[in-house]
DNA sequence: TTAAGTGCAAATTCTTTGCATCATA
DNA sequence: TATGATGCAAAGAATTTGCACTTAA
């Protein structure tokens, strides 16, 4: 599995440990692509590592992050989200089954379109949230 | 001002009383365009009707949202900003000084450029928000 | 008059943290 | 073996809610 290489790496760098939860929290982060709150990750390391507690998947969690190899993100809810893939990419979240989709397609925004040159504004990074109903809601047309 | 008379309008159209506590959090939220948080509010409440409990300002909050009155903004923090501004536009947050500017140019997105149109994806809004350096800030250069 | 709304405080929800102990490097 | 990380439980921060009282319509 690279992506194990990658936290090997990244920790040694920073001078962190590989503790048996961090590989576990990281390594069932890669394995899902929906964007899991902090308390579902906690139950699918729980499943691996019983006496793991909440608190260690929240350090974890925040860590990962620091070493660049997750994102979280806090949009639109009252809780975060998590990712392991750290590619620039939108989202779509449906509003009917609160399932967070990923959009690959690159966004192609023109910045200046949006903020004039002159402005002053420093742009370090724009995200692009997509709200409506996935396919899956949108087939059944119980909106 | 005619921004009351919408609060009156929409009230009686949805059988809502207008109390003294929902008139002035929504006046004063019309009077700001900083996206103040529910404890801001609060406090600017406060200064007019000092029996005013938290509970209250959440609660009309809440309303006002329902009402269509304003927008509830919870993105990159975990709490909310509201927004007496109604209109489609776009927001710059800086990571400076954290305060949040409307950005009015239209956003001119082309979604099926983002979303092929046999996606499936059926979106009913989206949200476009840049995080990077107000004019302000950008100017001190010590970022 | 009467039910929607309020004030107050307690409860909920998500997240962080202090501390004694554990285990990685 | 030294210290970064963990487990546990308690604390924090933002928000919601139950209940008796108030007030707009």
Not at 104 to 112: D, G, K, V, Y
Request: with cysteine; net charge positive.
């Amino acid at each position: 599995m690279k992506n194990m290489s990658v936290l090997t790496e990244k920790a040694k760098e920073q001078g962190l440990r590989l503790t048996r939860q961090r590989k576990v929290v990281y390594e069932e982060l890669t394995k899902v692509d929906t964007h899991p709150r902090a308390e579902e990750v906690f139950q699918m390391v729980k499943r691996r590592l019983p006496q793991v507690s909440l608190g260690t998947v929240y350090r974890n969690l925040k860590t990962l992050k620091e070493m660049g190899l997750i994102s979280e993100y806090k949009y639109a809810r009252n809780y975060s989200r998590f990712d392991a893939r750290m590619e620039a990419h939108n989202h779509f979240t449906c509003l009917k089954c609160d399932r967070v989709f990923d959009l690959l397609e690159p966004p192609n925004l023109n910045f200046q379109q949006i903020l004039p040159k002159q402005s002053g504004f420093k742009v370090r990074y724009s995200r692009l949230e997509f709200y409506g109903e996935c396919p899956n809601c949108s087939r059944m047309n119980s909106f």
